[in-house]
């Protein structure tokens, strides 16, 4: 099966600074590649996703970006903020059905 | 327009005893998901359910552990003989299910402890 690896597992940065969180995959065949964000006793959200035919996708301050080949994406986000403190995962699916969760990343944004 | 929701938020029950997690998914969801989360790590796949039918159990244990999805009412995960090591939280996730509109969302979790 698909085998998701995360890193960092802990991030700190300073307010307004970037964050880059990296995740590689192991089946070629995955071509769904989302993001969540978790805040502490609650889900997981949404906030950003990308498709095995697009390189880079951007929202505001989240991006994220694929290397097919590599086998590797990444999310960034720009100029943080204290609320972005939080633990982030990345996920890979193959596909229609269940994702495949790296181990999470605890961000925090130090003001 | 409600999200996934997921009762009971937290649950405890005693070595031995039976849990039962409920899941509804958004309105117009017909794909349910189970994940269980142990403290500080990822989310571990557990089974994919459309309404009346198991899709893929791939990743529940064999034993104690059971999913169903009926026509009408939410989706149960029911857990028997509960032990430690079921202690965890458990989130649901729903999607519409289309190709082009497969994304997951979750509910905010059950945290079952036992005793």
């Known amino acids: 099966g698909e085998n998701v690896e995360q890193h960092p597992s802990t991030l700190s940065v300073q307010e307004g600074d970037s964050a880059v969180i990296k995740c590689t995959y192991s089946?070629?065949?995955?071509?769904?590649f989302p993001w969540y964000k978790q805040e502490l006793g609650k889900g997981p959200q949404l906030i950003i996703d990308?498709?095995?035919?697009?390189g880079e996708k951007k929202d505001q301050r989240i991006a994220v970006t694929l290397n097919k080949t590599a086998k590797h994406f990444s999310l960034h986000i720009t100029e943080t903020q204290p609320e972005d403190s939080a633990v982030y995962f990345c996920?890979?699916?193959?596909?229609?059905?269940?994702?495949?969760f790296g181990t999470g990343t605890r961000l925090t944004v130090i003001p | 327009n409600a999200g996934v929701m997921q009762n009971p938020r937290h649950l405890v029950r005693r070595r031995g005893q039976e849990a039962r997690l409920r899941c509804s998914p958004m309105?117009?969801?017909?794909?349910v998901y189970w994940y269980r989360q142990l403290p500080e790590e990822g989310l571990k796949f557990m089974v994919y359910l459309q309404k009346e039918n198991i899709i893929d159990e791939s990743g529940m244990p064999k034993e104690r552990f059971s999913a169903e999805f009926p026509k009408e009412g939410p989706s149960i995960l029911r857990i028997q003989q509960v032990v430690r090591g079921d202690s965890a939280a458990y989130f649901c996730?729903?999607?519409?299910?289309?190709?082009?509109?497969?994304?997951?969302?979750f509910g905010p979790g059950t945290r079952l402890t036992v005793l």
């Open positions: 996730a729903s999607s519409l299910g289309t190709v082009r509109s497969n994304e997951q969302f």
């Open positions: 309105k117009g969801h017909s794909h």
């Open positions: 996920a890979a699916r193959t596909g229609a059905n269940n994702l495949f």
């Open positions: 089946d070629s065949a995955s071509n769904y």
């Open positions: 990308i498709r095995s035919n697009v």
